[in-house]
């Protein structure tokens, strides 16, 4: 079965740049989405389309996709950012399936 | 704008079906949208269980396939979950979520915004 692949962890300090990847083979066929879910809520989309930001996410979250991978950038990390992140695609293989990565904690520390 | 409540029992015994409803408010159901089912056990990650769309069409997890039936109620402007046969690890937070779906080059991308709060579902005797 297809699958997304994450880091399990991800650590930077205040005012840095996080940087958060998800591997997939179908990533150059499929777009990808990712999701911020904070302790006890319910995930939030925070980049669709690779690269695209919904309203209302700060400019501070970007995407980008190269080959098989696609990254998840945060610029100037708060401590308001530190979650799980989520990416989310959807098997090519035609069995409409939509798959989620494993997900990555970032830590502001 | 749209939002989602997942309502439903809390405890399912196991061999038993599990059901719950998402009502849709802020929009209608009926709209160019499609509507999932998302869970996630604690402590790990998310899992897709299905969707719908308003005509009754869906579409299933091929690992869950066999046990999932999602259904949509339009008078009521919501859609139904029912998980049957449940173990222990189907205890998760059961979120439902409007899909947004796009055709980009014939291939048919898909996101979930926004979600419900979710709901907790635990398989016990």
């Known amino acids: 079965s297809y699958e997304l692949t994450q880091p399990p962890s991800v650590s930077v300090s205040p005012g840095q740049t996080a940087r958060i990847t998800c591997s997939g083979d179908a990533l150059p066929k499929q777009y990808a989405y990712w999701y911020q879910q904070k302790p006890g809520q319910a995930p939030v989309l925070v980049i669709y389309?690779?690269?695209e930001r919904p309203s209302g996410i700060p400019e501070r979250f970007s995407g980008s996709s190269s080959g098989t991978t696609v990254t998840l950038t945060i610029s100037g990390v708060q401590a308001e950012d530190e979650a799980d992140y989520y990416c989310q695609s959807a098997d090519s293989s035609g069995t409409y399936n939509v798959v989620f990565g494993g997900g990555t904690k970032l830590t502001v520390l | 704008q749209v939002q989602l409540q997942e309502s439903g029992p809390g405890l399912v015994k196991p061999s038993g079906t599990l059901s719950l409803t998402c009502a849709v408010s802020g929009g209608s159901i009926s709209s160019s949208n499609w509507w999932s089912w998302v869970r996630q056990p604690p402590g790990k990650g998310l899992e897709w269980i299905g969707e719908i769309y308003h005509s009754g069409s869906t579409n299933y997890n091929p690992s869950l396939k066999s046990r999932v039936t999602i259904s949509v109620d339009k008078s009521k402007n919501q859609f139904s979950l029912k998980l049957s046969s449940v173990t222990a690890a189907d205890t998760a937070v059961y979120y439902c979520?409007?899909?947004?779906?796009?055709?980009?080059?014939?291939?048919?991308?898909?996101?979930?915004?926004?979600w419900g709060q979710g709901t907790l579902v635990t398989v016990s005797s």
């Open positions: 979520a409007r899909e947004v779906v796009v055709v980009v080059a014939a291939t048919r991308e898909r996101w979930f915004d926004p």
């Open positions: 389309k690779d690269s």
